[in-house]
């Protein structure tokens, strides 16, 4: 695929003498979603966080959008980006981690408008504009002036979505987003988004919920210790996993 939005080329991570990811290959094209799934500790959300530089890669590339995340290549060397030049790039790569991660002290707006204005200095008139529409697509548009701790679990998460869709990005990254909910608010977290994933947003979503990975994944992707296991259509890895121990997990989470 040479028009991958994401493309992961053989990641490894350790961290100290433990290998977390053990040569990672993963491409995620333009308008598809993602759905990654395996146990506990076999290195999704470390997977995530090289997407986005929160975590140095060893050895391996990963690009977005045709460019090198974190280091830039000159002749057949790779020299890290600068701290500044790392901020930028992570403006156009959407991050919805599971604790929400909202700013405390900023309402729901000011939540949603204070990266496009400040890391990106986008007019402040038209960002005001784009984050009433966007807490209007979540269905928050009650809730505008709001502060975090006045919301529900699921009204949070919503705003985060909200905030990350608000940078453009070319990619959105979960982890899964829907484990630190009561069970009654899952729902209307994950239907925001399935609605990005109908309207052809890139996403990688980190997920427990088989249902959800079913309904929306173009792609699922089994992981275990460090490495991707199998991947394939929801059909191919939900209901006809092809090694045992896929089988083994689904057998506990469905
Ligand atoms: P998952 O998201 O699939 O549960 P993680 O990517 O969080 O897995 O973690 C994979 C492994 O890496 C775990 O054994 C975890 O303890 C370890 N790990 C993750 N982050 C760090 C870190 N910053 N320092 C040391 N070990 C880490
Ligand atoms: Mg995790």
Not at 163 to 172: N, Q, S, T, W, Y
Request: charged letters at 25%.
């Amino acid at each position: 695929m040479s028009a991958a939005m994401v493309d992961l080329k053989a990641v490894h991570k350790s961290f100290g003498s433990l290998e977390v990811l053990r040569g990672v290959d993963l491409q995620v094209g333009a308008g598809e979603v993602t759905v990654i799934i395996g146990p506990s500790g076999s290195g999704k959300s470390t997977l995530l966080r090289t997407v986005n530089h929160l975590e140095k890669v060893d050895s391996g590339s990963v690009t977005v959008d045709g460019e090198l995340v974190g280091y830039r290549r000159a002749g057949d060397r790779l020299y890290e980006l600068s701290e500044r030049e790392i901020l930028r790039q992570r403006t156009r790569i959407g991050f919805v981690f599971q604790s929400f991660n909202l700013f405390p002290h900023l309402t729901v707006r000011q939540n949603v408008t204070e990266a496009p204005t400040s890391a990106q200095r986008r007019p402040k008139a038209e960002v005001e504009a784009l984050a009433v529409r966007l807490l209007e697509r979540v269905g928050l548009s009650d809730k505008i002036d709001a502060y975090p701790r006045q919301l529900s679990g699921g009204q949070q998460q919503r705003v985060a979505i909200a905030r990350a869709l608000a940078l453009e990005p070319k990619v959105i990254l979960f982890d899964e987003p829907t484990s630190a909910l009561d069970p009654e608010l899952v729902g209307e977290v994950l239907d925001v988004v399935k609605d990005l994933a109908v309207s052809g947003t890139t996403m990688i979503v980190v997920t427990h919920e088989i249902g959800f990975a079913r309904e929306v994944a173009d792609t699922v992707v089994f992981m275990d210790e460090g490495r991707i296991v199998e991947r394939g259509t929801p059909a191919q890895v939900l209901d006809a996993p092809r090694h045992e121990r896929t089988r083994l997990f689904l057998s506990k989470v469905l």
